[in-house]
């Protein structure tokens, strides 16, 4: 019975996982857009799933946003972005961008929050946890001190987790009540003989 509910509680964690989480960095897989119908779509898995880049300006303002998706069976429990300096000549001050939820377009759908952290800095976002749908970052300022061209680094950081599907729960429930009524089945056996 205790190797059938370890069975139950394995199939029941790794039901929800993909390939992995994700691990994107635009110096190595291309420069995220600074608006864009529909972003580019990161969809998520369990664990820490990063998206990096570097934003600024030279002759173009390069604003960076981004989609990603929570599947069903997952929930997004913490998000922060961490930003430093980047190699241009003037000092990054600041970012924002905004979270919005129910869309894969810039700015679309619901708003949740704005961030705006300083550099170099850490920002965790306050609208945390976060359940399966579509949501969708938008960059919307950044401010700098001194000359141009100023660019930063940044790190988005999002941490999932898997949650049980209702069924696989109510089975898991039904398994641990009828294995507790063998065994109480056993024992008043046992005390009756």
């Known amino acids: 019975m205790r190797k059938l509910l370890t069975c139950l509680v394995a199939l029941t964690v790794t039901a929800a996982a ?79 961008w905004s979270l919005y939820s129910g869309s894969a377009n810039a700015a679309g759908g619901s708003f949740l929050e704005s961030v705006s952290p300083t550099s170099p800095g850490v920002y965790s976002f306050l609208s945390t946890p976060l359940g399966p749908q ?28 898997a949650t049980p599907e209702p069924v696989s729960l109510v089975v898991f429930g039904g398994l641990i009540v009828g294995g507790a009524g063998v065994a109480l089945r056993r024992r008043m056996a046992k005390a009756s003989a």
Do not use: C, H
Not at 36 to 64: E, K, Y
């Open 18 to 96: 993909n390939a992995g989480p994700i691990n994107y960095q635009e110096s190595v897989s291309g420069d995220l857009p600074t608006f864009g119908s529909p972003l580019p779509t990161f969809t998520f898995d369990v664990g820490t799933n990063t998206i990096s880049g570097t934003f600024g300006l030279n002759t173009n303002a390069d604003f960076d946003s981004f989609a990603f998706v929570v599947p069903a069976g997952m929930r997004l429990v913490s998000a922060k972005v961490t930003l430093a300096d980047g190699p241009g000549v003037g000092d990054m001050s600041a970012a924002g």
């Open 134 to 161: 579509t949501y969708n970052i938008a960059a919307n300022f950044f401010s700098w001190g001194g000359p141009s061209p100023v660019s930063a680094n940044y790190v988005f950081s999002f941490d999932v987790v």
